[in-house]
């Protein structure tokens, strides 16, 4: 179990931040990421980070205004939403999934989402 919490309204240029606790089954090697979905849109990958290093996925609409932090031991995720735009308006689903040794990894988990509205 996912459990999101952080979305709300805000005002163009203002900031945000989204937080995920994994509850539950946890694996000892892992991803977890930040999807958004608008209406009328697919669903699209935001920001992701991994245990054991390796880069941090930032889709190019939010690098400089996002910052994802994982903190490995707590199975925590946190999304820092900066310059907010009116397009960044979406539902933010977390996902969390393993990660397996040769670096490739599957979002098993998914959070039920938390709606972030910029006007």
């Known amino acids: 179990q996912l459990v999101e919490s952080g979305g709300g309204s805000v005002q163009a240029g203002g900031s945000l931040r989204l937080s995920c606790a994994v509850s539950?089954?946890?694996?000892?090697?892992?991803?977890m990421g930040w999807f958004r979905q608008a209406p009328g849109k697919e669903r699209e990958g935001v920001a992701s980070a991994c245990t054991g290093g390796g880069r941090t996925y930032y889709a190019d609409s939010v690098k400089g205004r996002f910052t994802i932090s994982l903190d490995h031991a707590n199975y925590k995720l946190s999304l820092q939403m900066n310059s907010l735009k009116p397009e960044d308006t979406a539902m933010y689903y977390c996902?969390?999934?393993?990660?397996?040794?040769?670096?490739?990894?599957?979002?098993?988990?998914w959070g039920q989402g938390t709606q972030v509205t910029v006007s």
């Open positions: 996902r969390y999934g393993r990660k397996y040794d040769d670096g490739s990894w599957t979002w098993n988990y």
């Open positions: 539950g089954y946890t694996y000892s090697s892992y991803c």
